[in-house]
């Protein structure tokens, strides 16, 4: 018994074709409408539908038709405005979590992540499906779609249609019952194209598969049942041969004539326009004598196109007889070199489906322009005057735009206006205060190091050219030893003045092997000096009487000078007053007399 679908139109019933009511719909969406925005177009309108376990549904459309909305609206993707979609009997109102277990969605546009390989897409999907990947069950996924020998690359490295077999492959993931194709082979060559038409196959049975698509061969080889939608509408909805034969244009005849033995190519070359629409006449008149309604669609150099409306099956027996008479007398006077005879394709379909929509549309906008010029006769309405823009004009329609385009936007909005005024707002809200970053005076004390106290072990270096010297550092030794725990007193009897006590700390002070030095005594320190003396200055001195340097008789004393000890005082004195002297340095004076002189310090 067959019983008519529930979502027949009721404004073409004969549209839609009635099924077996054996046949129980796995998936059935029931007037199903998607507006995006209040007011605006719906992207889906009113949508019913039943899709069926075995079997590929194949929807078909213009772009902007509605297909990619109704896949979306399917997976949860948008939620529906209107109506409801029940799959295996859960709708996707109420159960969507449970529905997405066993659904598979290969989706318009690629969606993957370069950094990973095609192993660990199908090894994700797998898993996130619920079932337990093995390396051999991912290989034999691979193979089905071509990518064994890619398993292991990058899916950034992978062509257009790699991708596409990837994303075909990750929907077919965990053995989904309901699997949804948006356009899939696109980008595919040729031979992938009809690899993945053999996959998907081979791959109907046991699920529901619906399937988009701007290939009407490939919907042609692989729908069982097709939708087309217009404007989110169903148009129409059966199998390929209903669809054929409720809009198709019927038979195409196409006729090439004889290169040989015919005079009508000499006529379509050499002859005037009239004489070779007189030989088409002729092969016109001859095919209406068989079937009347023939039309004559094309006609180029060597061929001819011509078409039989539908149902003129009956008529096909004998026409064909007569040109395929053994004699082929028929065939050498019209001068038909061959012929052939081939059904509307689904294609033609579809434009003839198109162009009534186009044509519906048009008369809209017809009887649209009609009322309006009605109006505007009775003087309802006044002609429009465009006036010219000016520029200010133009930069005013401009930031209307841009302002349109940022209310959409709002994170941008945010990002680009909000968030760097909030920013400039609080650095000059901090530049306005006044921080506090003076403190009290703090008391300079040890206390104020935090880390531990501890006693530091020195050393003392003694030396010294006193008759008694080691006797002094002895005693030192002991009292300061004794006395502190951490010091430590060396005797070094080579030292016997200052310089030599310098030069002995500065040669040691890498040496670690001693304790820091804080303390070093010289005893009995003493300075030799070299003065060479000019005897110009003793005769200065003669001249100008020094009392300290002149005899009873006038005459210099040489043994108050040589080997006399002076205190720094009198022999800075004796010399000149530019020369400079200090305790720790030789002082070389010019003169032909050499003589030592030792400086004691008290």
């Given at each position: 018994?067959?019983?008519?679908?529930?979502?027949?139109?009721?404004?073409?019933?004969?549209?839609?074709?009635?099924?077996?009511?054996?046949?129980?719909?796995?998936?059935?969406?029931?007037?199903?409408?998607?507006?995006?925005?209040?007011?605006?177009?719906?992207?889906?309108?009113?949508?019913?539908?039943?899709?069926?376990?075995?079997?590929?549904?194949?929807?078909?459309?213009?772009?902007?038709?509605?297909?990619?909305?109704?896949?979306?609206?399917?997976?949860?993707l948008f939620p529906p405005t209107q109506g409801d979609c029940f799959i295996y009997n859960r709708?996707?109102?109420?159960?969507?979590?449970?529905?997405?277990?066993?659904?598979?969605?290969?989706?318009?546009?690629?969606?993957?992540?370069?950094?990973?390989?095609?192993?660990?897409?199908?090894?994700?999907?797998?898993?996130?499906?619920?079932?337990?990947?093995?390396?051999?069950?991912?290989?034999?996924?691979?193979?089905?779609?071509?990518?064994?020998?890619?398993?292991?690359?990058?899916?950034?490295?992978?062509?257009?249609?790699?991708?596409?077999?990837?994303?075909?492959?990750?929907?077919?993931?965990?053995?989904?019952?309901?699997?949804?194709?948006?356009?899939?082979?696109?980008?595919?060559?040729?031979?992938?194209?009809?690899?993945?038409?053999?996959?998907?196959?081979?791959?109907?049975?046991?699920?529901?598969?619906?399937?988009?698509?701007?290939?009407?061969?490939?919907?042609?080889?692989?729908?069982?049942?097709?939708?087309?939608?217009?404007?989110?509408?169903?148009?129409?909805?059966?199998?390929?041969?209903?669809?054929?034969?409720?809009?198709?244009?019927?038979?195409?005849?196409?006729?090439?004539?004889?290169?040989?033995?015919?005079?009508?190519?000499?006529?379509?070359?050499?002859?005037?326009?009239?004489?070779?629409?007189?030989?088409?006449?002729?092969?016109?008149?001859?095919?209406?004598?068989?079937?009347?309604?023939?039309?004559?669609?094309?006609?180029?150099?060597?061929?001819?196109?011509?078409?039989?409306?539908?149902?003129?099956?009956?008529?096909?027996?004998?026409?064909?007889?007569?040109?395929?008479?053994?004699?082929?007398?028929?065939?050498?006077?019209?001068?038909?070199?061959?012929?052939?005879?081939?059904?509307?394709?689904?294609?033609?379909?579809?434009?003839?489906?198109?162009?009534?929509?186009?044509?519906?549309?048009?008369?809209?906008?017809?009887?649209?322009?009609?009322?309006?010029?009605?109006?505007?006769?009775?003087?309802?309405?006044?002609?429009?005057?465009?006036?010219?823009?000016?520029?200010?004009?133009?930069?005013?329609?401009?930031?209307?735009?841009?302002?349109?385009?940022?209310?959409?936007?709002?994170?941008?909005?945010?990002?680009?206006?909000?968030?760097?005024?909030?920013?400039?707002?609080?650095?000059?809200?901090?530049?306005?205060?006044?921080?506090?970053?003076?403190?009290?005076?703090?008391?300079?004390?040890?206390?104020?190091?935090?880390?531990?106290?501890?006693?530091?072990?020195?050393?003392?270096?003694?030396?010294?050219?006193?008759?008694?010297?080691?006797?002094?550092?002895?005693?030192?030794?002991?009292?300061?030893?004794?006395?502190?725990?951490?010091?430590?007193?060396?005797?070094?009897?080579?030292?016997?003045?200052?310089?030599?006590?310098?030069?002995?700390?500065?040669?040691?002070?890498?040496?670690?092997?001693?304790?820091?030095?804080?303390?070093?005594?010289?005893?009995?320190?003493?300075?030799?000096?070299?003065?060479?003396?000019?005897?110009?200055?003793?005769?200065?001195?003669?001249?100008?009487?020094?009392?300290?340097?002149?005899?009873?008789?006038?005459?210099?004393?040489?043994?108050?000078?040589?080997?006399?000890?002076?205190?720094?005082?009198?022999?800075?004195?004796?010399?000149?007053?530019?020369?400079?002297?200090?305790?720790?340095?030789?002082?070389?004076?010019?003169?032909?007399?050499?003589?030592?002189?030792?400086?004691?310090?008290?």
């Amino acid at each position: 018994m067959l019983t008519t679908l529930f979502f027949q139109c009721k404004r073409h019933p004969a549209n839609y074709q009635t099924v077996d009511s054996t046949l129980v719909p796995k998936v059935t969406i029931q007037n199903l409408l998607k507006v995006y925005k209040k007011g605006t177009t719906p992207a889906v309108n009113n949508l019913s539908l039943s899709l069926y376990e075995d079997q590929i549904t194949c929807l078909l459309g213009h772009n902007g038709a509605g297909k990619s909305t109704t896949m979306s609206v399917l997976t949860g993707l948008f939620p529906p405005t209107q109506g409801d979609c029940f799959i295996y009997n859960r709708s996707i109102r109420r159960e969507l979590g449970k529905l997405r277990e066993s659904m598979g969605i290969c989706p318009q546009h690629n969606v993957i992540f370069e950094d990973m390989s095609v192993y660990e897409h199908i090894r994700l999907f797998e898993t996130v499906k619920g079932v337990s990947p093995t390396p051999e069950s991912i290989l034999e996924k691979a193979k089905e779609v071509d990518l064994h020998e890619k398993l292991h690359s990058h899916a950034k490295t992978l062509s257009g249609g790699q991708k596409r077999k990837l994303c075909v492959a990750m929907a077919l993931c965990g053995e989904p019952k309901f699997v949804l194709f948006d356009e899939p082979t696109s980008g595919m060559d040729p031979f992938s194209r009809r690899a993945t038409w053999e996959l998907l196959r081979k791959k109907k049975k046991g699920r529901v598969t619906l399937l988009t698509t701007h290939f009407m061969e490939e919907a042609e080889l692989l729908a069982d049942r097709i939708a087309v939608l217009s404007a989110g509408k169903l148009q129409c909805y059966g199998t390929n041969l209903f669809l054929k034969e409720r809009f198709g244009l019927g038979y195409n005849l196409t006729m090439v004539i004889d290169r040989a033995t015919n005079n009508l190519r000499e006529a379509l070359d050499n002859s005037s326009h009239a004489e070779v629409d007189g030989r088409v006449a002729k092969i016109t008149a001859f095919l209406k004598n068989h079937i009347s309604n023939v039309e004559l669609l094309r006609k180029s150099a060597r061929e001819l196109i011509f078409r039989f409306p539908p149902g003129s099956e009956t008529h096909f027996e004998a026409l064909f007889k007569e040109l395929e008479a053994p004699d082929q007398t028929t065939r050498e006077k019209l001068g038909i070199g061959g012929f052939g005879v081939s059904n509307t394709t689904l294609e033609e379909v579809f434009l003839r489906l198109a162009d009534e929509q186009e044509h519906e549309r048009d008369t809209e906008e017809i009887n649209i322009e009609k009322q309006k010029s009605m109006r505007f006769l009775k003087g309802e309405e006044e002609e429009k005057v465009f006036n010219h823009v000016s520029r200010l004009s133009y930069i005013s329609i401009l930031l209307r735009k841009r302002l349109t385009v940022q209310k959409r936007d709002k994170k941008g909005f945010v990002f680009q206006i909000i968030l760097p005024v909030v920013a400039v707002a609080i650095a000059l809200v901090f530049l306005t205060l006044e921080f506090v970053t003076s403190q009290p005076p703090t008391p300079l004390t040890p206390d104020l190091y935090h880390f531990a106290r501890r006693i530091q072990e020195t050393n003392m270096v003694i030396g010294g050219n006193h008759d008694n010297i080691e006797e002094i550092a002895s005693f030192m030794k002991e009292t300061f030893e004794d006395e502190y725990d951490d010091l430590k007193v060396d005797f070094e009897p080579k030292i016997s003045n200052s310089s030599e006590m310098s030069e002995f700390l500065l040669r040691t002070y890498h040496d670690r092997d001693h304790d820091w030095r804080y303390q070093a005594y010289v005893f009995n320190d003493t300075i030799k000096l070299n003065i060479i003396q000019n005897w110009d200055d003793i005769r200065f001195i003669l001249e100008n009487g020094d009392p300290r340097f002149i005899g009873q008789n006038g005459i210099l004393v040489l043994d108050q000078i040589v080997d006399r000890q002076f205190d720094f005082a009198d022999v800075a004195t004796f010399l000149y007053s530019s020369t400079a002297l200090t305790a720790d340095t030789p002082v070389n004076i010019v003169s032909s007399f050499i003589f030592t002189v030792d400086i004691v310090f008290s």
